[in-house]
């Protein structure tokens, strides 16, 4: 099946910073979602991205699928962006690895 | 829009018992829903695929007579686990689908004792 790969897999960031996430999978998909696993593990979705670049608010994603790789930028943390972050692909939804970021104050 | 509501959220059970989870779409009908595990500090694994009125799709490694799957409408799936043992403790999550992507339920924290 898909791998699905995510770098960092750990990230400490300061209140403010920005960060840059990556996931790489290793054949073509039709979809990519990313999603924020909070502390008390809801999962939020993000962006549904197979391609292209989407922006919200302070977070946005780019796809690039000839490459097989998607980034997801958060700009100015918070730390109640902590958590981890989950990219998916295809119509199952194979995981990635996951990056746990963590902000502090 | 897009709400799923997962129920429990936390349940303890003891061994050799059998645990319902409830996963509803609140204001969306989903043919298709999925069900995922997470081991602590681990990624989500697909368990099997659900679809109103027919039986559900199993991932190879999952056991079908252990993990009871009924979609019985467009907007409720139910997660069986029948005799549960220490090992089933995990994270269970749910997930119903529509065109906007993919909406998940807050999960459910098994501990069998």
């Known amino acids: 099946g898909i791998q699905v790969e995510q770098s960092p897999p750990d990230l400490i960031l300061q209140e403010g910073a920005n960060s840059t996430l990556r996931c790489n999978f290793s054949d073509s998909v039709n979809n990519l979602q990313w999603f924020h696993q909070n502390p008390w593990g809801q999962l939020i979705n993000l962006f549904y991205?197979?391609?292209g670049t989407k922006q919200n608010g302070r977070l946005s994603a780019t796809t690039v699928a000839t490459e097989r790789y998607s980034l997801l930028y958060i700009s100015s943390s918070q730390t109640t962006d902590s958590g981890v972050y989950f990219c998916?692909?295809?119509?199952?939804?194979?995981f990635g690895t996951g990056t746990r970021l963590t902000i502090i104050p | 829009g897009a709400v799923v509501s997962q129920h429990p959220s936390w349940v303890i059970c003891k061994s050799g018992t059998s645990v319902k989870i409830e996963c509803r779409s609140l204001?969306?009908?989903?043919?298709?829903m999925f069900w995922y595990r997470q081991f602590p500090k681990q990624s989500l694994m697909l368990m099997a695929t659900?679809?109103?009125?027919?039986?559900?799709?199993?991932e190879q490694g999952v056991e079908k007579d252990k993990f009871l799957i009924n979609h019985a409408s467009l907007t409720l799936s139910t997660l069986t686990v029948t005799s549960a043992h220490p090992e089933d403790s995990s994270f269970y999550i749910c997930s119903a689908r529509d065109s906007r992507g993919a909406f998940f339920g807050q999960g459910t924290r098994l501990t069998v004792v």
């Open positions: 998916a692909v295809d119509e199952k939804l194979t």
């Open positions: 204001d969306f009908q989903a043919t298709t």
């Open positions: 991205i197979p391609s």
């Open positions: 659900s679809n109103e009125g027919s039986k559900a799709t199993y």
